[in-house]
């Protein structure tokens, strides 16, 4: 069965870098988009954006861009997602999902949080 | 970029309730709609795709209908698992989510 399994919680200062995997397994890797969605502490649901995972070309919705990359090691199925400058409206927990249009799997989160 | 709209926000309703939450396109995106479900400390689980195909496993009692820019999620008898907040996502042109709606118990 696919799974999406990401990388654990992680504890940053404010100005560091944080890199989320997402490994995927159950299915071909490289046959299917990975988007990224954010959600703040009890807030909705945020699309930042995608990766063709065949040609590794990132697409980054409005409000993540410069500080945000999308990246793959298809050797491992891994999809990253790496933020810089991490700043305190940063926290929150962003999930992968693998994208056919509607978003039918989803990595389990990973809780990034910001705080000196 | 495509606006989505959700209503309500928060909607209280019992076991055993008709239950619809809708939601709208900032401009006509066909049929191209899915619903999630999220419960506290998971992640969404979509529901339906293409405005009104249920997913795999998906209780009937979940339906959706509309396109264009006008849609709607139908719980047709609300059960106790169905306490939780729901969202709408458009992917006609990159992806939006709506808001969110959540279903309280009454």
């Known amino acids: 069965q696919v799974q999406l399994v990401q990388s654990g919680s992680e504890l940053k200062k404010p100005g560091a870098s944080v890199k989320v995997s997402c490994t995927a397994s159950?299915?071909?890797?490289?046959?299917?988009?990975m988007s990224w969605v954010r959600q703040a502490p009890g807030q909705g649901l945020e699309w930042m954006g995608w990766?063709?995972?065949?040609?590794?070309?990132?697409t980054y919705a409005q409000g993540f861009t410069g500080r945000f990359v999308f990246s793959l090691d298809t050797s491992v199925s891994t999809a990253y997602l790496q933020i810089s400058s991490l700043k305190a409206d940063d926290t929150a927990i962003y999930y992968c999902?693998?994208?056919?249009?509607?978003?039918?799997?989803w990595g389990q989160g990973t809780l990034v949080t910001v705080s000196s | 970029d495509i606006q989505m709209t959700q209503s309500p926000s928060t909607l209280s309703a019992s076991v055993g309730d008709r239950v619809t939450i809708t939601c709208r396109a900032s401009?006509?995106?066909?049929?191209?709609l899915a619903w999630y479900q999220q419960k506290p400390g998971k992640a969404p689980k979509v529901l339906i795709y293409?405005?009104?195909s249920l997913e795999s496993g998906v209780p009937s009692r979940f339906s959706g209908s509309g396109s264009g820019t006008e849609f709607t999620l139908t719980i047709s008898s609300l059960q106790p698992d169905d306490f939780a907040t729901y969202f709408c996502?458009?992917?006609?042109?990159?992806?939006?989510f709506g808001q969110g709606t959540k279903v309280e118990i009454k």
């Open positions: 996502q458009q992917y006609s042109s990159f992806r939006t």
């Open positions: 293409k405005a009104s």
């Open positions: 990766i063709n995972t065949n040609s590794g070309n990132p």
């Open positions: 999902a693998r994208d056919t249009g509607s978003l039918q799997h």
């Open positions: 401009q006509s995106i066909s049929s191209w």
């Open positions: 159950g299915h071909t890797f490289t046959g299917y988009t």
